[in-house]
């Protein structure tokens, strides 16, 4: 599986970004998907997560209320909606498969496919 990320950007505190993970290669509908954000001299950081069927979705305490995790299996992508962004939420943002659903979503070791990052910066 190949993960292609995009969306990101630099924006004020307080603005939207709408994050894409477009997948090729296979099909992602039937895995769990992640998202995941990281601070150089940070250990990478679980930001959300979302069942295959979208019938749950996990979120870090850090961005709940203001991020929604989203997918589109017919277009076999993945987003990730920012929202009321704040300076901390500045990172490199990464999509992630998780083929074992019986796992700790929160455990980036869990992922087995990971997309190139994309990039948002958010200044005060």
């Known amino acids: 599986v190949q993960l292609q990320a995009s969306g990101g950007g630099s924006v004020q505190a307080g603005d939207s970004l709408r994050l894409s993970c477009a997948a090729s290669g296979r099909s992602i509908s039937s895995y769990d998907m992640g998202w995941f954000r990281h601070v150089p001299g940070k250990p990478r950081e679980f930001v959300a997560a979302?069942?295959?069927?979208?019938?749950?979705?996990y979120y870090a305490d850090s961005v709940k209320g203001r991020f929604t995790i989203s997918r589109d299996n017919a277009k076999n992508t993945v987003y990730l909606q920012t929202n009321s962004l704040k300076p901390e939420d500045t990172a490199v943002y990464y999509c992630a498969v998780r083929l074992n659903w019986n796992v700790d979503y929160r455990n980036p070791r869990h992922y087995e496919y990971w997309g190139q990052g994309t990039l948002v910066t958010v200044s005060s």
């Open positions: 979302i069942k295959s069927t979208s019938s749950n979705e």
